[in-house]
């Protein structure tokens, strides 16, 4: 049973920051053998892709919307990865989610693990 947990949603005003955590484990998940993804559903519209960052480090991309103000990182001795959110703007909010693929890949249909998801509203 494979389980990513995210954390560290929350309410914030126009122009600040927020860090998001998600923290993956299960006994047959090996962290390094994944690449991993964030994403993002506001209300009414469809889950779109935000930043992945690839298993070993080397690759990051990211949304036009948010490059440049966000931030995709990992530690693979913790088995988490993060996503910082800088300069956030009201059409930021949404439920942000983390997932797994052994791609690099910004389609979520090739993503294989998926969290439940963190709240993120940005107040203007």
């Known amino acids: 049973q494979v389980q990513l947990v995210e954390s560290g949603g929350g309410l914030v005003q126009a122009g600040g920051s927020l860090r998001l955590s998600c923290a993956a484990s299960?006994?047959?998940?090996?962290?390094?053998?994944?690449?991993m993804g964030w994403f993002r559903q506001a209300p009414g519209r469809e889950r779109e892709f935000v930043a992945y960052?690839?298993?070993?480090?080397?690759?990051?991309s990211y949304a036009d919307s948010v490059k440049y103000r966000f931030t995709i990182s990992r530690d693979n001795a913790k088995n988490t990865v993060y996503l910082q959110m800088n300069s956030l703007k009201p059409e930021d909010t949404a439920v942000y989610f983390c997932?797994?693929?052994?791609?690099?890949?910004?389609?979520?249909?090739?993503?294989?693990?998926w969290g439940q998801g963190t709240q993120v509203t940005v107040s203007s």
């Open positions: 960052i690839a298993w070993d480090d080397t690759t990051t």
């Open positions: 997932a797994a693929s052994r791609f690099t890949a910004r389609s979520s249909g090739l993503y294989d693990f």
């Open positions: 299960g006994r047959t998940f090996t962290f390094t053998s994944y690449n």
